[in-house]
């Protein structure tokens, strides 16, 4: 039996063995609407009546099945080398696919995302939402019997990039996070509480400005497409923003790092010194002394990068006193340089 692939995700293509269909095969929209519906189909198959109900709705039962024969004659020519045994089928009330090895994407997307899931690795949620492209059948758009299956996929893509962008932000990796927001905000424009998520990742990598300009956008998007405007969290949270008081997340010491290190690159100092402030306060009795003198330095340079050498001073102390290592006591002396 041949081998059978179907692309449902993005555009239609079909390849039976080492042979692909030409796209001039499928110029007749029932023939190709007939393969897609059977490749959706739980164990791809379907009644007769099914078919008729989905493709032929406005007819009566002896056309719709006259007009079912002549689909099936089509696909099978387009499908098949030879008089199409083996990979399409009619048996009694019964249409299927039946290729030796049936391999349809949905289902490959399907299984990549349960693998994602299992792993819990970003790599592996970024394979799977890959092979979504640009979802199911664009060709298809207005076709009553794929709406349904169209809804589901999506709906499995955006709990997947979700599910990513939580991963991502709980490494410390808030610029991929946010790169995975703005996919969910152009997948779903209208959803606030992906642009409260936006807003909130913005403002902990300390992009104050970006997170206020986000929900100016906001505002605007949702008086003007809903007539509403944000909801009292997502208000709450830009008068935080705006006042500097932002809720902070419960990271880990590592993670506060890289947080502090991306509000210095951002020139928010304030954001750095409390991010790298809660970096020594999450720390254990277990933290390598280099790491603690590395973070004590960091403190000490985000309070010069404000002016405050007075405050500075302590962290530097300590840095100095913890400093064993000769590249961290040689970074610990150029600050105590420019603290001098």
Not at 22 to 49: G, I, M, N, Y
Not at 134 to 140: N, T, W
Not at 261 to 272: H, I, T
Not at 274 to 293: E, I
């Amino acid at each position: 039996m041949a081998q059978l692939r179907i692309e449902l995700l993005g555009r239609f293509r079909v390849s039976v063995g080492d042979r692909a269909v030409p796209d001039r095969v499928w110029r007749r929209r029932k023939p190709a609407a007939l393969v897609k519906l059977l490749a959706l189909a739980p164990a791809h198959r379907l009644h007769r009546e099914q078919i008729m109900d989905a493709l032929w709705p406005e007819l009566g039962p002896a056309a719709a099945a006259a007009n079912l024969r002549k689909s099936l004659h089509h696909a099978r020519r387009a499908l098949d080398v030879g008089d199409g045994d083996g990979v399409l089928s009619s048996d009694g009330e019964l249409v299927a696919l039946t290729a030796g090895e049936l391999c349809v994407d949905v289902a490959a997307f399907r299984t990549a995302l349960a693998a994602a899931r299992r792993s819990a690795e970003p790599d592996e949620y970024r394979r799977a939402v890959d092979l979504y492209r640009q979802g199911l059948l664009p060709e298809d758009r207005y076709e009553d019997w794929a709406s349904g299956p169209r809804e589901e996929l999506h709906v499995e893509l955006l709990a997947a990039l979700e599910e990513l962008a939580g991963l991502l932000e709980a490494r410390g990796d808030l610029d991929g996070a946010t790169e995975v927001v703005r996919r969910l905000l152009g997948a779903e424009p209208l959803r606030e509480e992906f642009h409260t998520a936006l807003i909130r990742l913005h403002a902990l990598a300390g992009r104050r400005a970006e997170a206020l300009r986000d929900y100016e956008h906001l505002t605007r998007l949702l008086a003007r497409e809903l007539g509403t405007e944000p909801s009292a969290d997502t208000q709450r949270l830009y008068e935080e923003v705006r006042a500097g008081q932002a809720r902070e997340p419960e990271l880990t010491a590592d993670l506060w790092e890289r947080v502090g290190e991306l509000r210095v690159l951002s020139g928010d100092a304030p954001g750095a010194t409390k991010a790298f402030l809660l970096a020594l306060d999450a720390g254990d009795a277990s933290s390598a002394v280099t790491r603690t003198a590395a973070l004590e330095r960091r403190c000490a340079e985000a309070w010069l990068m404000q002016h405050r050498p007075g405050a500075a001073a302590p962290h530097l102390a300590e840095a100095e006193r913890l400093a064993t290592d000769p590249a961290e006591a040689g970074r610990v002396l150029r600050v105590r340089a420019n603290h001098a």
